[in-house]
């Protein structure tokens, strides 16, 4: 611990004033994302677990309602080989 304590005074003293502004705009960043973070909620294991099953529900719903109207859609009928007209 000691030694990391002194490195890091080392580091200090070497750069000095050097990277004061810089460290203060990345910590004025990190500020604001933080409170951006914050205002939005996260979300749980029970809401996505929520979620995937709405997901799953509606998945389904919309497979059954394919599949009517492909039902409803009326049968090609085949084509004829004949003329449409009556001989006379």
Known sequence: MNEQKSLIDRVSRAT???GKPVVSATRDQAKKA???ARSQLPATRE????????LDRVEAALAELADRVEAAKPKRRAASTGS???ES
């Open 47 to 54: 809401d996505i677990a929520r979620l995937t099953d709405q």
């Open 16 to 18: 000095g004033d050097v």
């Open 34 to 36: 933080s409170r951006a």
């Open 84 to 86: 449409a007209k009556p």
